[in-house]
């Protein structure tokens, strides 16, 4: 079953836009990590984020952790049209060896 | 470096056969992970290998298993095929055991069932 909810599930913008995209888990976790996959391929890492870490920054990307809330968000600075893919959350649980996975966002970036 | 090989990228399969499916972890990542991806259900774990041993199963019916060889390399089985297998799976490596750090995923096999 999913853990997580992700918010919207689909969203649409325009080159150079922001795009940010929620998530939002129901146990206690270790680390959350966001995942971006092009048309059915394999998964990409985009960044981890630990539980004690409240923001993470790579490149255009930044990621938000509230433990209080059990929320993250990814935020894509500047979007490209090459950023188009659907993004995945996925958290893992402190006492657990897999990955939850949220139901995903598709973003779309016009040109 | 190379990344996570899985092979082969795509099968068609008849109801009521089984499949093999290979996973080639990253070089010195002893952690391999399968997960199972359907447009209906989302992404979901079917089980961790670590040190040659299963350390963690999903909720999967017992057609599904697998392995790992002693240089990391994984394979799944499913038997007894069904229609619902149809599915992308998944094989994710990480250095240690768990995922207390970085999954890295392959390309997926592509699995149809007809």
């Known amino acids: 079953s999913q853990q997580g909810e992700e918010d919207p599930q689909a969203l649409s913008i325009q080159e150079g836009e922001n795009a940010t995209m929620n998530c939002s888990y129901k146990?206690?976790?270790?680390?959350l990590q966001w995942y971006r996959q092009n048309s059915g391929r394999g998964l990409v890492h985009l960044i981890l984020?630990?539980?004690?870490?409240r923001e993470k920054h790579s490149g255009r990307l930044r990621v938000t952790l509230d433990t209080s809330k059990k929320s993250s968000s990814l935020l894509i600075t500047a979007s490209r049209a090459a950023d188009t893919a659907s993004y995945f959350c996925?958290?893992?649980?402190?006492?657990?060896?897999?990955?939850?996975f949220g139901e995903g966002t598709q973003l779309t970036v016009n040109p | 470096k190379a990344g996570v090989t899985q092979t082969p990228r795509y099968l068609i399969k008849t109801r009521g056969q089984q499949v093999t499916l290979s996973c080639s972890p990253i070089?010195?990542?002893?952690?391999v992970s399968w997960y199972q991806q359907t447009p209906g259900q989302g992404l979901q774990f079917l089980f961790e290998?670590?040190?040659?041993?299963?350390?963690n199963k999903g909720n999967f019916p017992g057609r599904f298993s697998g392995r790992q060889f002693s240089n990391s390399r994984s394979e799944m089985n499913v038997s007894t095929l069904e229609l619902g297998d149809s599915a992308l799976y998944l094989c994710?490596?990480?250095?240690?055991?768990?995922?207390?750090?970085?999954?890295?995923f392959g390309q997926g096999t592509r699995l149809t069932v007809v």
């Open positions: 996925a958290t893992a649980e402190t006492s657990g060896s897999r990955l939850t």
């Open positions: 070089s010195g990542h002893r952690s």
């Open positions: 146990t206690s976790i270790n680390n």
């Open positions: 290998y670590f040190s040659e041993t299963q350390r």
């Open positions: 984020i630990r539980s004690n870490e």
């Open positions: 994710a490596s990480s250095l240690g055991r768990g995922m207390n750090t970085e999954a890295f």
